[in-house]
């Protein structure tokens, strides 16, 4: 079956740096996506990785490793505004996402 | 501002009556998508659309239904809405259903079936 596991709930301080990692089983590959979802609104796109290695965008990561069925997402120099649930998607062969169910960070001073 | 609505917002519906939710985008995506988030849960395919006249199941369409007559409107269909169907729905677009395509959301509706 096809599957995302992620951690539930991770608590780290401002300024500092979190890593959330996912793990993925779909039938078929075609990248790993993350969103950003702050309380009562809408996903929002973060990062896209189909091939394996680190792509860097600004205080944002994402890492990939295809044959471990592995992805990161590494936030830098945490702000207060980046508390929010962080989703891991695995789009399979149909190009359909399946979607972990979502690891929320919180943020303390 | 060029993106996806939703329409309504919020809705309480007496267990048994039909609902429809509405969602348009003005981005000429070719695919679209509509979801439901439950608490614990990742989001879940309802049904989608890859290209206008063109339907498919997700992973969970029972008691659900949906159309796509032109590019810009996929609404979805409770045909005899069940508390198992309270929820927040959310319809997605993207350009195309290939990889590398982000899925844009729209702000979701808020249904609470009683």
């Known amino acids: 079956g096809q599957n995302i596991d992620q951690p539930t709930e991770m608590t780290a301080t401002e300024g500092a740096i979190v890593q959330i990692n996912c793990t993925y089983q779909?039938?078929?590959?075609?990248?790993l996506f993350w969103y950003q979802q702050h309380a009562g609104e809408a996903p929002t796109f973060l990062s896209y990785?189909?091939l394996d290695g680190l792509e860097e965008k600004g205080r944002f990561s994402s890492f990939l490793s295809r044959s471990k069925g592995y992805s990161y997402l590494l936030l830098k120099e945490l702000q207060m505004k980046d508390s929010a649930s962080y989703l891991c998607?695995?789009?399979?062969?149909?190009?359909?996402?399946?979607w972990g169910a979502g690891t929320k960070l919180i943020i303390k001073p | 501002i060029a993106g996806i609505t939703q329409a309504p917002t919020s809705q309480i519906l007496a267990a048994g009556r039909r609902m429809t939710l509405r969602c348009t985008q003005d981005?000429?995506?070719?695919?679209m998508y509509w979801y439901r988030q439950d608490l614990g849960l990742g989001l879940r395919l309802i049904h989608y659309?890859?290209?206008?006249?063109?339907?498919g199941k997700g992973e969970v369409p029972d008691g659900y239904s949906v159309s796509r007559a032109n590019t810009d409107d996929f609404p979805l269909t409770l045909a005899s809405a069940v508390p198992s169907q309270t929820s927040v729905y959310f319809c997605?677009?993207?350009?195309?259903?290939?990889?590398?395509?982000?899925?844009?959301f729209g702000p979701g509706t808020r249904l609470t079936v009683l």
């Open positions: 981005m000429r995506h070719n695919a």
């Open positions: 997605a677009s993207s350009e195309i259903p290939a990889g590398g395509n982000e899925q844009f």
């Open positions: 779909t039938s078929g590959f075609n990248g």
């Open positions: 659309s890859n290209t206008a006249g063109t339907t």
């Open positions: 990785n189909v």
């Open positions: 998607a695995a789009m399979d062969s149909n190009y359909q996402l399946i």
